[in-house]
């Protein structure tokens, strides 16, 4: 899945590309596209709205919804899957979108939502300037999540924004359960 999940990712990069490319030439020079800024909120409408409908043709429940009107749920996206009573089975995906804050500690304080999870994937969607910046931050993710005390295995992926290379840049791994239960 995690490679679907960067697929869907670098469409959602393709389109705002697209966008910026319309606004530039909507001004009269499309050479100045890259001077058109594609922000945060719409981000997180295109990353969610993606996700959303993804996870619906997977017979996923997503949160937040466009459907309910529902808000965000512990995390700003989930997909929730239910039994056939309508209970809660479990959380599939976990998402936290952080454009807005680039500092290491806010930053950290979303991952670390995510490392309490027991989602089976989780997506860390950040930005940074350069991509030295995503890389630095993909490292001080991983190394949080090697010393946190895992309870259920897990998949992540890690998807940086780089305002200076206009792209999407990916990591991913797998977390081990690291605690027995008793």
């Known amino acids: 899945m995690r490679d679907q999940f ?26 100045l596209w890259k001077k058109q800024i594609w922000k945060s909120p719409e981000k997180n409408k295109a990353i969610k709205d993606r996700f959303r409908d993804e996870g619906e043709k997977l017979g996923y429940r997503s949160l937040p919804s466009y459907k309910t009107g529902a808000g965000e749920w512990l ?10 009573e309508g209970h809660l089975d ?19 304080r979303d991952f670390a939502k995510l490392l309490q999870s027991d989602a089976t994937y ?6 940074h300037k350069t ?9 001080h993710f991983k190394a949080r999540a090697q010393k946190y005390r895992v309870k259920s295995s897990s998949e992540f992926l890690l998807c940086g924004w780089s305002t200076a290379m206009n792209q999407f840049l990916f990591t991913d791994f797998i977390c081990e359960t690291s605690v027995t239960p008793d």
């Open 6 to 31: 960067k697929g869907w990712l670098l469409e959602v990069q393709e389109e705002a590309l697209k966008d910026k490319r319309d606004k530039a030439r909507s001004t009269g020079d499309e050479s």
């Open 75 to 84: 995390y700003d996206f989930v997909w929730r899957k239910f039994d056939e």
């Open 90 to 108: 479990e959380v599939v995906l976990a998402m936290e979108i952080e454009m807005s804050d680039r500092t290491q500690r806010g930053l950290m």
């Open 122 to 127: 989780k997506i860390m969607v950040f930005q």
């Open 131 to 139: 991509e030295d910046d995503v890389q630095t931050a993909f490292v």
